[in-house]
DNA sequence: ATGAGTTTGCAACTTTGTTGCAAAATAAAA
DNA sequence: TTTTATTTTGCAACAAAGTTGCAAACTCAT
């Protein structure tokens, strides 16, 4: 699993160092989504609040982690599984938030439904945040 | 249309005061959603910051706004068109935002597609929001 | 017109995010 | 392995966004 993350780091160019290697850890650790405060507690002193901004916006800019658009309008972040690249992502599934325990999933196996627009719009990117409850908080 | 304001408040037993009208009347004048950054700019020195967030929080615990998810994580609102009720709404509306032109557009009339969820996750609510070139900047 | 109840503005504060720069760490070269 | 060039980090200072308490101003029912 380290091995893999260093691979990761490498292939997209980033030199490998603790900051990155245990924020993209989290991420592999985690089944859900993680905002920049998670990522803050859960590291506690160990780097700084702006390495972690810094970190967050050099993995989305390489196409690791893709930013989740929410209706309580923070920012959240996780891992990108399709083949996204620098610049372009393509992480083009459902999105899903617990009312209850407020984890946030990737449905990567749901695809964006088709939206028929009003005459004279183009659309370039469909989100669809679902909320309710997950099945964990269901059984 | 004035008088209208004044009964849209009443009836949500909201008093009726000079920030509350021109708020309102701001986004009655208004095709697209505003920020809170923007009535900030509308209203100049008018009344306070603070004002401004109290009173959006109003109209939308009564109502009489709804909040609009972004990609952007800013947060915009917009008036509810349907039979909004305070505490529950029911914009089921797609939304638009312009890449050119930043507008935020609620498509009232294209209501929200069904998506079809992994066993055990139940939804109470979807968001749709659709980015690319509106009608406006496409001519 | 009066008074109870609501709303507003101000000030002070917290939280979130950004920027410049020197020190430290990493990767490449010798 | 040692040296050097490049990148990343932490710190400090700052800016933007949002919250709270409270006295003064306003609204509305009597
Ligand atoms: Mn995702
Ligand atoms: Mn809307
Ligand atoms: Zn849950
Ligand atoms: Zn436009």
Redesign the pocket.
């Known amino acids: 699993m380290i091995e893999n993350i260093n691979e990761i780091?490498?292939k997209n160019q980033?030199?490998?160092?603790?900051?990155?290697r245990k924020i993209l850890e989290m991420f592999q650790h985690t089944s859900g989504a993680l905002a920049?405060?998670d990522i803050e507690k859960q590291s506690g002193t160990?780097?700084?609040?702006?390495?972690i901004?810094?970190?967050l916006?050099?993995f989305v800019e390489k196409g690791i982690i893709h930013t989740i658009p929410t209706i309580d309008?923070?920012?959240k972040y996780a891992l990108c599984k399709d083949a996204c690249q620098a610049g372009h992502h393509h992480d083009n599934h459902v999105h899903f938030m617990c009312d209850e325990c407020g984890t946030t999933y990737c449905l990567n196996n749901i695809s964006i439904p088709q939206v028929q627009l009003p005459e004279g719009f183009r659309s370039t990117q469909t989100d669809v945040v679902v909320s309710g409850i997950c099945k964990n908080c269901n059984d």
């Not at 980033?14 to 990155?20: G, H, I, K, M």
């Not at 160990?46 to 390495?51: N, Q, S």
């Open positions: 780091l490498k980033l030199s490998v160092t603790d900051s990155r920049h405060a160990l780097f700084d609040r702006v390495t901004y810094r970190t916006q050099t309008n923070s920012v």
